[in-house]
């Protein structure tokens, strides 16, 4: 984050703005609206800030900028086109940590102007940091489509009800989870109908109505997909964002986990081979115990947390402990790898069934049903099969496999480390010792890995 997002109080601050043509005047305007004390320093003004002169709105003075001209002002902007001026500007409003943005010359500035979506009180802000400021545009034309332009009403609202609430609830999270009861129900579309009456009587009605009392707690097992964060569901997202506690494993990928609540408590038990950082009945334990303490965990999990993901043996635990749970599946890594690497895992000329096995050597063997997954016409998926991967494929040619049945293994799959390597059974295993992928990988095995170079889209 090259930029740190914060919020200027500047009622009633002595601001300057240097110039007075049209761009100083969109930032005079911005600068009036939060109730600043405007200084212009301008030869000339444009006709609007004229009149803002003349009506004693803004302080206008008129001459070209002079050193010493920023002391005194809690910020300054700098909106003409001479290069000496801007820079002698920027140097010495940051000689004396005085906030400055020079205007379209992000090197001179200690501050940038965000897209605004102004639904006042609640105020919107979307930067590139400069980088792009007409997509920051784009994304703030995209966010006023989405949002109600009476939203400010409902925060208004909130404001005029919240010390109510606040004495109401001697629990910090109990007052958080009314409010969130309150901003998606009826109540929050009366005010966003304008019935702001209807809506503070209804409001308190409720918060009669609601004991000031602990909060069961609930687990949600969450499939986190396949690494991709616009793959994970709506639901998914929905209680990232609620979530009081977030326990996850090593195949959530980071940007699926920066999606959640930015004060949620994140506890990871990731695991891999050889090295169980949490085991399994201290993961059970710990649901449980954050669960009877009255928090919404959710239990984060790569891909589908039902396919190869343990969830079954979680909520078995949770049941009998009478906690109450919800499942929400996941796009998994068979099918999420498998469509960003073009590999359809069924395919009328290719193959009319898909087996999902796991690959995970035990006793430094892998024990599978080698005959009934060597029967033709199907694809093979195979979870965590990287390190058996020269077992597995000796085992199905031993099963009459054909050698030359082409196999693509996957790494990373969905993510900008999204790497496939193509080959046959008879020669994955060296072609893969050569090339040394990482984990996470996903093995594929059938016909259907030959429509790879056809179909893939990703590359």
């Known amino acids: ?60 003075i008129k001459r070209v900028f002079a050193a010493h001209d920023t002391l005194g002002f809690s910020l300054v902007i700098c909106a003409t086109n001479d290069e000496k001026t801007n820079s002698q500007v920027s140097a010495e409003a940051q000689l004396n940590n005085i906030p400055v943005n020079v205007v379209d010359q992000p090197q001179l500035c200690s501050f940038i102007f965000p897209a605004i979506v102004d639904r006042s009180p609640m105020t919107i802000a979307i930067s590139s940091g400069g980088a792009a400021p007409v997509l920051s545009r784009l994304v703030r034309a995209k966010l006023e489509t989405l949002l109600p332009h009476t939203l400010g009403q409902l925060a208004s609202l909130a404001a005029e009800c919240r010390q ?109 081979r050889s090295d169980h950082s949490v085991p399994q009945e201290d993961i059970n334990a710990l649901l449980i115990k954050l669960a009877k303490e009255g928090k919404r965990v959710v239990r984060l999990k790569g891909g589908d947390p039902f396919m190869f993901g343990r969830g079954g043996e979680e909520i078995e635990t949770l049941v009998d402990e009478n906690i109450d749970f919800e499942v929400v599946p996941g796009i998994t890594a068979a099918s999420g790898c498998a469509s960003y690497s073009g590999i359809p895992l069924t395919h009328r000329d290719h193959a009319q069934s898909c087996m999902f096995v796991t690959g995970h050597l035990k006793d430094n063997t892998v024990n599978l049903d080698w005959d009934q997954l060597a029967k033709p016409n199907q694809t093979i998926v195979i979870y965590m099969g990287l390190v058996g991967l020269r077992q597995i494929s000796e085992k199905l040619i031993e099963r009459n496999l054909a050698s030359n049945t082409p196999v693509a293994l996957i790494q990373k799959g969905t993510t900008p480390d999204h790497r496939v390597i193509i080959s046959d059974l008879l020669h994955i295993a060296d072609k893969v010792d050569q090339l040394k992928p990482k984990p996470p990988t996903l093995i594929i095995i059938g016909s259907v890995v030959s429509l790879h170079h056809k179909l893939n889209w990703i590359n």
């Open 164 to 272: 109510t609430v606040k004495d109401h609830f001697s629990n910090i999270k109990q007052r958080r989870i009314f409010w969130e009861t309150i901003f998606n129900g009826p109540i929050a579309d009366l005010s966003y109908q304008g019935k702001h009456d209807e809506a503070k009587k209804k409001l308190l009605q409720t918060l009669d109505q609601t004991e000031n009392s602990p909060t069961l707690g609930k687990v949600y097992l969450v499939g986190g997909g396949p690494g991709d964060p616009e793959l994970l569901t709506l639901k998914a997202l929905r209680l990232l964002q609620l979530a009081d506690i977030i326990i996850y494993d090593r195949l959530v990928s980071g940007d699926v986990l920066n999606l959640a609540r930015r004060d949620a408590e994140r506890i990871y038990v990731g695991k891999q």
């Open 1 to 60: 984050m090259d930029y740190l997002p914060l919020f200027h109080k500047l009622d009633k601050q002595k601001c300057l703005l240097i110039g007075g043509g049209s761009v100083a005047t969109r930032k005079a305007r911005l600068l009036l609206e939060a109730n600043a004390s405007l200084t212009v320093i301008a030869p000339a003004l444009s006709e609007e800030l004229s009149q803002l002169a003349t009506a004693k709105e803004i302080n206008h």
